[in-house]
């Protein structure tokens, strides 16, 4: 095989094409083995993670599969096997709304390539498998989560965030979604009323209705006045709110909304979820107080996530319970387990507490302001007042609204067919839909910065014309 | 600081006992920090690890903290804050049942210190790591688990457990309870009931508790014809069972009351949750085949763990629906995320996919089966015909009864008072209790093989003076 360092395509690329190449020519017949990773690296003198590379791209296109114990087998790329996994893998993708690889995607949620700082990780992990502390892997672990995590979150919080919390009030969990789930076995399905902004996060809204507890909408598009209105009438138990950045209308809870929530649970024997997923990010002021800080009657509980800021992909959020419910919680999970690995929360303990967490937020909140004022000064170059722009100096993502009167899908499917995505909001209303779902979401946490300016440009020309 | 390569103590220790003299002495004052672990591991030649262990003994014992960006910190060892910190993880190991380290402990669930295998999986989370593939961890990744080891799943579930499926139909989980949970968004908590053997699994009760769900118990105790009785009464829509070793009586489902448990659910429109949790535990005979594997009317959920015979830290588990309810799984949780990190899914997989999964299988598997002849052995030899014991020759528990009038309680602290923990069995009884409640369970995955034989003799003496 010859591999070119002059070549513009990466070595791992130039393995798989030649692999590929053979492989449709018939040099690796059906049922053949490619060599092993440790050989072929060997041979080429690059390193295993460069085959590795190349063959898990042949797997993923169906050219060969991984077998235990026999290494990579050539498929047969005419078989029905082949090509079924393939068309299963495609109809998995569709499913998933992941077209693949738009040219210039808007969406929201994901992290930009690059964010998760993989060679800090690598080495923390490797410290701590190599050392006794390895050993706990063998047994269960503390249910409410690891300690010295525990600590260095609370620490953070109370001196950072203005949070007022032990470490023994925070509860380690596996997503927003698990946590809701969690929450919800302290309140009792059929006597108590969950209510939640309207729009609002459909993540939150679908994990109330798995656990058969009736929704309230409560009005935030408009004024914080419908919302009380609603929230007045709702009777609920539970609110699940999202002050610091409404999901997904980027609005903040004035402090004056905020004393008046913390007034109507207290007098209603009612808790507030208070989901400040997006603390972290302001570009314009600092930061409101976070409900829970105003809280004198232990009725709010607080919930942050590491997906915004560090990995969606590593499954970790956390809950700060007031403690008469984390009394509760203690005794209804007397013989539950964590559902979050030791060694995810091992190595973030030790990535806090080394401060690469620190620097991590500060390089993600600085990424994440530059890209926020390119996506509002491109929007304003280039679609100018034919749109509305409704952000708030906040968020990783802003709404779109086009001063035509084209439908959302007919929008969506224009900016499709030029290469860029973005993306509809009807999802996040519940019940009759006013005239603001036609706002489209634009995101902004996964898009390359470079790329902010030319796929507006594209939008506007795909949208206008021009 | 003087170390010895011939002392008995590992050098960590040495090191950790010299560190903590010094603060003892006053030789590091309260606030003075500790040399950086670099820089000790420089000056002591030794690896950085040793350094990382003996620190975070100090940290484990109150002497010292750390704080991020400020490394180690002696604490004042008599000050509030280090007795406070003491205090409070003694009484978290309280809480947790979990005395500090008796000398023979036969407990249920963890495993053998050295089971996991540490330096593999570093390796290859260190493959993954610097591979393209890191690229994973800024996404958001299939709700249902990553492909490839779905795959590898249900490919060892097909050729080597008569389990039928296709990888669709497996589901990555991060645990058992919360597998149930989310099972159970599939029902309704005020029309549907779910009935689960009595004495059985707590962990899924309580699951089933925190749902809202009312829970039939059904007696295995005595004979499976209760159980059936108990059964058809309940009008369930979902029944638990573990019919390879019930839980905690070790008996398995006989093939005739396989059929029966079929086509109850067939019959009555229901559905029966396979918890498998001890499938590769066979010390005398073959499996019998899993009930899943018997179901040709898509009646069977299956699940099965990693927790055994890996990892109880790892907090991996999956469940094998039948289509119906995977088309129903897959609308309810449209917009959810999956709840098991990337990371820890890509690690195994490759672990399967190399082959060493398998091995680690048969590792344990001969380990266990050792540990339960020896412990078998060891009851008959030296409580003889004093105790019943109830076994089947599969799990990693068996169960003790004494032939006297001592409680369960009694019993247990004449043990501990010996240094050898055994446990009650009360727990998991629903409803009121038998006689066979006053049986104690004994576990072998825990303890290392060579203390078996000398625990069980402590026991016998704590228990009947010789």
Chains 1, 2 share one sequence.
């Not at 964010?115 to 690598?122: G, I, L, Q, S, Y």
């Not at 403690?323 to 509760?328: N, R």
């Not at 013989?335 to 929360?345: E, G, K, M």
Request: proline residues 5%; contains cysteine.
């Amino acid at each position: 095989m010859q591999l070119s360092e002059q070549s513009d395509l990466p070595l791992y690329q130039q393995i798989y094409e030649k692999i590929r190449h053979d492989i449709e020519e018939g040099l690796y017949p059906h049922g053949s083995k490619l060599p092993s990773i440790r050989g072929l690296a060997a041979e080429l003198a690059c390193s295993r993670n460069t085959i590795d590379a190349a063959y898990s791209q042949l797997v993923q296109e169906g050219y060969v599969e991984s077998r235990p114990g026999s290494g990579y087998v050539v498929l047969d790329i005419r078989s029905d096997a082949a090509l079924l996994q393939l068309q299963e893998r495609e109809a998995a993708a569709a499913l998933l709304g992941e077209p693949r690889r738009p040219r210039y995607n808007f969406t929201y949620g994901n992290l930009e390539a690059g964010t998760f700082p993989a060679t800090v990780w690598r080495a923390i992990t490797d410290d701590i498998l190599l050392s006794v502390e390895s050993g706990t892997c063998n047994t269960y672990t503390d249910p409410l989560g690891e300690e010295a995590l525990r600590a260095e979150i609370a620490w953070r919080l109370s001196t950072q965030c203005d949070v007022d919390c032990t470490p023994g009030q925070v509860i380690i969990q596996p997503g927003t979604q698990v946590s809701i789930q969690n929450l919800l076995a302290l309140f009792d399905a059929r006597t108590d009323v969950v209510a939640m902004e309207n729009p609002g996060y459909i993540g939150a809204r679908e994990a109330f209705d798995r656990s058969g507890f009736r929704v309230v909408p409560c009005r935030v598009d408009v004024s914080y006045d419908e919302f009380f209105a609603d929230l007045e009438r709702s009777q609920a138990k539970l609110v699940y709110v999202t002050p610091s950045s409404q999901f997904p209308t980027c609005k903040t809870m004035p402090i004056k909304m905020r004393s008046k929530l913390i007034a109507w649970a207290d007098a209603n024997d009612a808790y507030i979820l208070e989901d400040d997923y997006c603390r972290d990010f302001r570009y314009k002021e600092r930061p409101q107080p976070p409900l829970q800080s105003m809280d004198h009657c232990d009725r709010v509980i607080y919930m942050d996530t590491f997906s915004k800021s560090l990995s969606p992909a590593l499954r970790m959020n956390y809950l700060v319970l007031p403690p008469a419910l984390l009394e509760k919680w203690r005794t209804l999970f007397a013989n539950a387990y964590t559902s979050v690995p030791w060694l995810s929360q091992a190595v973030l303990t030790r990535f806090m507490s080394q401060g690469h967490w620190d620097r991590q937020l500060r390089r993600v909140q600085a990424k994440n302001k530059r890209k926020y004022e390119t996506l509002t000064a491109s929007l304003h170059t280039y679609l100018g007042d034919r749109v509305s722009v409704l952000e708030n100096g906040t968020g990783l993502h802003l709404l779109v609204q086009v001063h035509d009167e084209r439908t959302q899908q007919e929008l969506i499917e224009a900016a499709r067919a030029a290469d860029v995505l973005v993306y509809g909001t009807e999802k996040y209303w519940m019940g009759s839909r006013p005239l603001t779902t036609r706002m489209l979401l634009v995101g902004f946490s996964s898009i390359a910065e470079e790329d902010i300016e030319p796929g507006v440009k594209a939008l506007a020309k795909a949208w206008f014309g021009e």
